[in-house]
């Protein structure tokens, strides 16, 4: 049975060019970055040339650029990297309900450590308010941490407002921009983003490569101690074929955006018109306008989103429930509560998210499906 993708919020395919930029470091070219010799030396300079890249995508200069093992692993070196090194001045963060657990868990742990987190609210679009942040801020707040982009409704939050309400108060400004990266233009430096965190596996390269940026002049604590990798900050032999990948993945998605974005946005809105024109009670979960171009969530009243994943596989169509970390935990997501969705309505979630092997004929397929299944599990 041919298989339909459309959980790329979960993971993307690794694109076929990306692969091949990366083979050769795992083949002949294996040298070690920190080696003197010839093959260390190229892998040295396939590191800093996939830095540029990363940092031509996002503005930045290579040197703000620090590679890390995964999305999860540069959120919560922001976070702990900042508070750390910024506690002597005060020890409140500010986040908001709906980030992604590599940021809420992160949060969580600092509180055990004596720091304060203030968890913001959204709105029933997910975004959250600039005077509830505004009113939050405290004499102690030294850093605000805010998704670009939210992992299971698309919602793209108000982020060159928050950089600048951060910037007058003189906080730090962390974003998780790893659903973002790629999928909608971002400019640090106009933006005013002081961090941001992006992964790899989320555009089209492999999993097990994250970055992480850091603008200069900022200090933060590294979490991983040994040798003098990545200016000290982040021991460890380097991934050297992951951030070659990694670095070919933002050149292409840097060419392609534009393009990327409208055939993405194309498909996402054709199969919302369909929803909303053939399967009755149906809600469209987070805003319309301030939305990532490939995302969709909808709640099918009456339907268990667990047996719809179900029915869907067995028509090899995968697609998620929430976020790819909650399913199996049983819990209605909690940024769908966070928008003030009942149980029921959570429960009956769906969220598609599309990628660039996507076409027109899936989506028609994919639609055809649902208003099947739906119908079955309502009767
Ligand atoms: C996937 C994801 C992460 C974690 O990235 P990994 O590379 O899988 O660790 C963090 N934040 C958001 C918003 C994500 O979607």
Redesign the pocket.
Known sequence: MKIRYFDN?ATTRIKEEVLEEMLPYLKGQFGNPSSMYTIGRGARRAVEEARIKVAKLINCAPNEIYFTG????S?NTAIKGIAYANSYRGRHIITSKIE?P??LHTCEVLEKQGFQVTYLDVNSDGLIGLENLRNSIRNDTILITI?F???EIGTLEPIYEIAKIAKMYNIIFHT?A??ACGNVPIDVKTMGIDLL?L????LYAP?GI?ALYVRNGIEFERLIDGGHQEKNKRAGTENVAGIVALGKACELAMINLESHMNYLKNLRDHYIEQVEKRIPNVKLNGSLERRLPGNANFSFEGVDGEALLLNLDAKGICASSGSACSTGSMNPSHVLKAIGLSDMMAEGALRTTFGEENTMEDVDYLVECLEKIVKKLRD
Not at 70 to 73: K, L, R, V, W
Not at 199 to 202: A, D
């Open positions: 919020a995964c999305g999860s692993e959120d992604h590599a940021v998704m982009a939210n992992n998780d790893v659903q965190s992964s790899g596996h989320k999993k994250g």
